[in-house]
């Protein structure tokens, strides 16, 4: 049974989730949907980017992820379709799927198709592709050869300040926790760290090994290392964000 996952930025109080799920359930009968979320703030292309790399590769060989956070709907954007690792992506061309542009050996741009809504690309024209691609046509059926590069996301740099790496906050999860731009390598286990002005102190396991609404900095699920509260917010507690400082002093 051929699987596609779901990503947009749509919500669940209208109909635009279910409507691209129909077009799918119609020209690919049988067709498994799998919702990664659709509850992205509007328009956030770096938090759809940063939750397909977390997610895409848990799914097995043969799955299309379909991504659509497109603030550009309706613009001369390109639309793609892409295959990476036995896997394939639809989506359009805005850095949403930098976390496998590297691993691509298939890309293609996919024409508009006639009478499709300017404002609903989603429905009228990835949704079809993503249906065809789960029903075993060829990538290179769909569409085109892109004359340029698709479009990657920077990644938000570290730096050294003396004794110290300074980072920034990269995502904030539905609990308040900061997933910030530090992964284990870079950050050694002797390393304290810091949000702004706020202590947080060294790395630690899990939330139980601080009291109930202490700081704490672990590495998270996703590789990065993050700061929470425990049974609270971070986001709320230390009135960061996408773009908080960091800090990780080395000695």
Avoid: C
Wanted: net charge negative; charged share 20%.
């Amino acid at each position: 049974m051929p699987i596609v996952t779901l990503l947009t930025d749509f919500g669940l109080g209208d109909s635009y989730v279910a409507e691209m799920k129909g077009v799918l359930a119609s020209r690919s009968p049988g067709v498994s949907m799998v919702d990664v979320t659709h509850q992205l703030h509007p328009g956030d292309v770096r938090a759809a980017a940063y939750l397909l790399g977390r997610t895409w590769h848990r799914f097995p060989a043969g799955t299309v992820h379909l991504v659509v956070v497109d603030p550009g709907v309706g613009t001369g954007r390109a639309s793609l379709a892409l295959t990476a690792a036995g896997h394939a992506f639809v989506g359009p061309d805005n850095g949403v799927f930098t976390s496998v542009l590297g691993r691509r050996d298939g890309l293609v741009a996919l024409p508009t198709p006639d009478g499709a809504s300017p404002t609903f690309h989603g429905r009228d024209l990835f949704a079809p592709a993503a249906a065809a691609l789960a029903s075993g046509y060829p990538l290179d059926a769909l569409g085109t050869t892109l004359a340029v590069e698709p479009q990657a996301l920077v990644p938000p740099e570290t730096k050294y300040e003396g004794k110290s790496i300074v980072g920034e906050v990269i995502y904030v999860d539905r609990f308040g926790n900061l997933v910030t731009n530090f992964t284990a390598d870079l950050t050694p286990s002797y390393a304290t760290f810091e949000a702004e002005d706020a202590e947080i102190g060294p790395r630690l396991r899990t939330f139980a090994d601080v009291p109930p609404g202490g700081l704490l900095a672990y590495l998270g699920s996703g590789g990065f290392i993050e700061i929470a509260v425990r049974d609270g917010s971070a986001a709320r507690r230390l009135g960061l964000g996408v773009g908080g400082r960091v800090r990780a002093r080395l000695g």
